[in-house]
């Protein structure tokens, strides 16, 4: 089945050392998303890439980093993850960025910084 | 900038009653798109349903429909003949409807609904 693929689903990492959080798809979509969900909080847009178009949100801090080496692919990078890091990261695709696309949620890695 | 707000952290309800998701949200905007995920335990988030603003009718998909208040900012959804696997975080979320540029959605925090037996 066509989907959204999070690897890995659970990762552990210390105070300050770089992480790598990967998205795989399978639907062609133009569109990826990475959210980030804190416990009992509502899932937060960070960034999103229209094909090789790179949008950062506003308030996204630098500590967090994306690339999209292709259309099935993007990697979230946290250079140097501190306690607050610590959340629920959603990968999502949409074909296009319009509320008419609906997106497609991955099953989110959870991330512990120790 | 939108706000949806979900004043319901928790909510119970038994197999096969119905039970209603409150959500309330707060635009400018006249053209907009208003959303319920479900996110299963450990398992990705999915769409219910969908309701664009500009239509009166309310939106219905199988045992789930929306009351969409469009002049008191509100957007329930009501689920019908619970079901044990209805048990999951709901988020309501809201997209604005753009010509140009493009637009994100914003979510609630979410209730967590829990069908028993």
């Known amino acids: 089945d066509a989907m959204v693929i999070q690897n890995p689903r659970y990762q552990v990492t210390q105070f300050g050392k770089p992480v790598t959080l990967s998205c795989s798809q399978t639907?062609?979509?133009?569109?990826m998303y990475w959210y980030q969900q804190k416990s009992s909080q509502a899932p937060k847009l960070l960034f999103h890439?229209?094909?090789?178009?790179?949008?950062n949100e506003a308030d996204t801090p630098d500590n967090f980093q994306s690339r999209r080496p292709n259309t099935s692919f993007c990697f979230l990078d946290i250079r140097s993850p501190g306690l607050g890091d610590a959340a629920m990261y959603l990968c999502?695709?949409?074909?296009?960025?319009?509320?008419?696309?609906?997106?497609?949620f991955g099953p989110g890695t959870r991330l512990t910084v120790l | 900038a939108q706000t949806v707000t979900q004043s319901q952290p928790e909510m119970s309800v038994q197999e096969a009653e119905t039970v209603t998701l409150s959500c309330t949200y707060d635009?400018?905007?006249?053209?907009?798109?208003l959303f319920w995920y479900k996110q299963p335990p450990s398992r990705q988030m999915i769409l219910v349903i969908r309701?664009?603003?500009?239509?009166?009718q309310n939106a219905t998909e199988n045992r789930f429909s929306v009351n969409f208040q469009k002049a008191a900012k509100s957007f329930s959804l009501k689920i019908s003949d619970s079901q044990l696997g209805d048990t999951a975080m709901y988020f309501c979320?809201?997209?604005?409807?753009?010509?140009?540029?493009?637009?994100?959605?914003?979510f609630g925090k979410g209730t967590m609904l829990l069908v028993s037996p």
């Open positions: 309701q664009e603003a500009y239509k009166q």
């Open positions: 979320a809201f997209m604005n409807h753009m010509n140009s540029g493009y637009s994100t959605l914003t």
């Open positions: 635009t400018s905007e006249s053209n907009y798109y």
């Open positions: 890439y229209y094909d090789k178009d790179f949008n």
């Open positions: 639907l062609n979509h133009n569109v």
């Open positions: 999502a695709t949409s074909k296009r960025l319009t509320a008419f696309d609906e997106q497609f």
